[in-house]
C-alpha cells in the first residue's frame, strides 16, 4: 500500500557531500519509522539512520559507521525524509534504500521489521 522513492544519489568525490531523499505516499499512519540502510557489493545490508514520527515522540538513530557525519531529518509533512551526507568516503560507496514500517503505540524505532522498500539509488564516492 505504501510507495517508496529515494532520489538524490550521484557521483562526488570523498570529503565532499550529498542530499538523500525519500518520500513515502499512500498512508495515513498516525506514527510511521523511516530508515536509510546501505549495501555495498558483496557486502550485508547496513543501517545507516532513522527517524520516528507520531505516538511516543519523534527521535533519530543512527548506525556507528556514519554517526556525526549523517544527519536524518524529515519536512512538517513528514511525509518526506532526507539523508544529509557530509564527509563522504569512499567506504561510504553503496546502494541506499529508504524503508517506512507501521509505529505502534511508544515502541521505539530501529533498524528491524520493515514492510515497504525503495528500489535504491546509488552513491559512489571516489578517492
Known amino acids: 500500500q505504501v510507495h517508496v522513492v529515494e532520489s538524490g544519489g550521484g557521483s562526488v568525490q570523498a570529503g565532499g557531500s550529498l542530499r538523500l531523499s525519500c518520500v513515502a505516499s499512500g498512508h495515513s499512519y498516525i506514527g510511521f519509522c523511516m530508515a536509510w540502510f546501505r549495501q555495498a557489493p558483496g557486502t550485508d545490508r547496513e543501517g545507516v539512520a532513522v527517524i520516528a514520527t507520531g505516538v511516543g515522540g519523534g527521535g533519530t538513530y543512527y548506525g556507528e559507521s556514519v554517526k556525526g557525519r549523517f544527519t536524518i531529518s524529515q519536512e512538517n509533512a513528514e511525509n518526506t525524509v532526507y539523508l544529509q551526507m557530509n564527509s563522504l568516503k569512499p567506504d561510504d560507496t553503496a546502494v541506499y534504500y529508504c524503508?517506512?514500517?507501521?509505529?505502534?503505540?511508544?515502541?521505539?524505532?530501529?533498524?528491524?521489521?520493515?514492510?515497504?522498500w525503495g528500489q535504491g539509488t546509488q552513491v559512489t564516492v571516489s578517492s
Open positions: 524503508a517506512f514500517r507501521e509505529r505502534l503505540w511508544r515502541i521505539a524505532c530501529d533498524f528491524n521489521g520493515y514492510t515497504y
